[in-house]
């Protein structure tokens, strides 16, 4: 039993290295760190982002960049614990609770167990994953990613990717991508933009396509879902259900070329 925790939980760190690798990359390259606005370390406390909030000045939560906010369980044989979620225009999103579609906020009690891991989406972020169970950061190179959109309701959320080869010091050169990605819930339209690194395509060409796009806190009934990507329009597969919208397949990549998602409403 014991194995089979310490593994979900050490496969659940992988699932987030494309936005580890963001943040360090963010932190050791000048034009990243820029066009990134200057983020800060990779794991921040509370107080980083919520300054004027007297009850974020706590030492057991902490973020990982400005998307996560992650409370362990520190006490032994703890059946619940308190956890704080700065309120005000803030949702956030239980991503391993049994209903990650229901924004919550402010002080919370939850239940915990050994399989529990406290893990909230912040409203307006857009972080992207590889779910794929691997041996190896080394065997992820070209998996699919997955997008998650925590949605904020009156305000866009917004999120990045770094990507280069994982080996060379080519990104110093150019060869790497710092793709942008948008959600303008009242247009319905999620896009994705080059912001720095190759923009010909002719120094960096790994192609690591999507495979699901998740949003959360999408109260919105859609009638369809179209995908425009280098002139051509597609209509992938989507479901919704308990405020949650899942698009699969989209046929769009991760790292390379624009494109938008444009959700259209009952």
Do not use: C
Not at 87 to 104: A, K, M, R
Not at 146 to 175: K, M
Not at 194 to 213: C, K, M, W, Y
Request: no cysteine.
């Amino acid at each position: 039993e014991n194995t089979e925790l310490i593994r979900r939980a050490v496969r659940a760190r992988y699932e987030f290295l494309p936005l580890w690798y963001t943040l360090f990359a963010a932190n050791s390259i000048g034009l990243v760190r820029e066009k990134m606005g200057k983020p800060g370390p990779p794991m921040r406390p509370l107080w980083w982002h919520f300054s004027d909030d007297t009850s974020a000045i706590i030492e057991d939560e902490w973020m990982v960049g400005d998307s996560l906010l992650i409370a362990p369980v520190l006490t032994e044989k703890a059946v619940s614990r308190s956890v704080y979620l700065p309120p005000g225009t803030e949702n956030w999103y239980d991503l391993y609770g049994p209903h990650p579609g229901q924004p919550v906020s402010g002080n919370l009690s939850v239940a915990v167990s050994m399989s529990r891991m406290l893990v909230y989406a912040r409203g307006g972020s857009i972080v992207t994953k590889q779910e794929r169970p691997r041996r190896s950061s080394h065997a992820m190179e070209t998996d699919p990613m997955t997008l998650i959109i925590a949605v904020e309701p009156e305000r866009s959320s917004h999120g990045y990717l770094y990507w280069d080869d994982g080996y060379t010091f080519d990104f110093r050169e150019g060869a790497f991508v710092l793709r942008g990605y948008s959600f303008d819930p009242l247009e319905g339209i999620l896009s994705s933009s080059i912001l720095a690194g190759d923009t010909t395509g002719n120094q960096f060409t790994s192609d690591v396509p999507i495979e699901r796009v998740v949003f959360l806190g999408m109260k919105t009934a859609i009638s369809n879902v179209t995908v425009r990507s280098k002139g051509d329009e597609g209509f992938p597969e989507y479901f919704a259900g308990s405020n949650i919208l899942t698009i699969k397949k989209p046929g769009i990549s991760a790292t390379l070329g624009d494109w938008s998602i444009e959700l259209n409403r009952w």
